[in-house]
């Protein structure tokens, strides 16, 4: 019990640090990717300062035995650069530069009852059942059954 | 939050970092939302709960910045809904085949020196970089 009230605190912490980092604005990820506009730098710093505090706290945590509430660690181990990977994340990129808006903004957005954050809602959802059936038909599944990466 | 936010992204940034640590520290999960969100849309018994309570916490704290900071919610997306469904789609297929996000391949996956998470980072990345200048700069309709 006490492991899920953690959990839910990361959650609220990570959407806390989301909106004061104006991630949670499309309008603000589009000033960062659009680098012949007014580039606004300011995510830059929001990559920088999550990843370097993860990157600090990663290797002290990993060393330990197991996580506090778990018997092991759910972490990715796979090193190999395949076609899935490429694909998948220039799909991505395409959709995050076309709207503005990546996986955890969206989800945040709905909280503030925007018609155009419901419609990406649901078309991110959708996307993420269709995947399968794309995959297979794109001949890109190579790994069943194996861990994800994030 | 319009213009140059040097402080508040930094902050807003380790305190992304902290609440991925901290799955982490206490569960062994890394924080991707589209991997955490992927997992509750197509359930595992024994491995869903986490996953929920997790994305719950993220709309609670949505709902409590929304309260003390309404700015961080002034949204505004300037391209039709055609475009906005298309985006949609592909960001969650995307992050589907590629397995992760800006936060699990971004933060988590960057963070841990992860192979694989640098080049997909620097992939989805250059692609949102290339699609912004193409739909801004070059043409119109969008």
């Known amino acids: 019990m006490p492991g899920y009230l953690l959990v839910f605190f990361c959650g609220v912490l990570f959407a806390a640090g989301l909106g004061l980092s104006g991630m949670t604005l499309p309008q603000k990820v589009i000033g960062f990717l659009d680098f012949a506009g007014e580039w606004d730098p300011s995510l830059a710093l929001v990559m920088v300062g999550s990843a370097g505090v993860y990157f600090v706290f990663y290797r002290r945590i990993i060393r330990r035995a197991h996580p506090l509430f778990d018997v092991s660690f759910h972490v990715p181990t796979r090193t190999d650069i395949d076609q899935r990977l490429i694909v998948g994340a220039a799909l991505f990129g395409i959709g995050w530069g076309l709207v503005g808006f990546c996986p955890g903004p969206a989800l945040t957005a709905l909280v503030s009852g925007y018609d155009k954050a419901l419609i990406f809602f649901v078309a991110m959802v959708t996307g993420m059942y269709a995947y399968r059936t794309v995959d297979a038909i794109a001949g890109l599944r190579t790994d069943e059954g194996t861990a994800v990466d994030g | ?142």
């Open chain 2, 1 to 142: 939050m319009e213009g140059f936010t040097p402080v508040l992204s930094t902050i807003g940034g380790i305190m992304i970092g902290l609440a991925a640590v901290g799955l982490l520290y206490f569960n062994g999960r890394i924080a991707g939302i589209s991997g955490i969100m992927g997992g509750v849309l197509r359930p595992q018994k024994g491995d869903t709960l986490w996953r929920a309570v997790f994305l719950l916490g993220l709309l609670a704290g949505a709902l409590t910045v929304m309260w003390l900071h309404p700015e961080s919610f002034d949204l505004r997306v300037d391209v039709s809904d055609p475009t906005v469904i298309l985006g949609g789609f592909l960001v969650g297929i995307g992050t589907r085949i590629g397995n992760g996000c800006t936060s699990g391949h971004g933060v988590c996956g960057v963070g841990r020196l992860a192979p694989r998470s640098i080049v997909a980072s620097a992939v989805f990345f250059g692609c949102a970089v290339l699609t912004t200048f193409l739909v801004r700069h070059v043409w119109e309709g969008f």
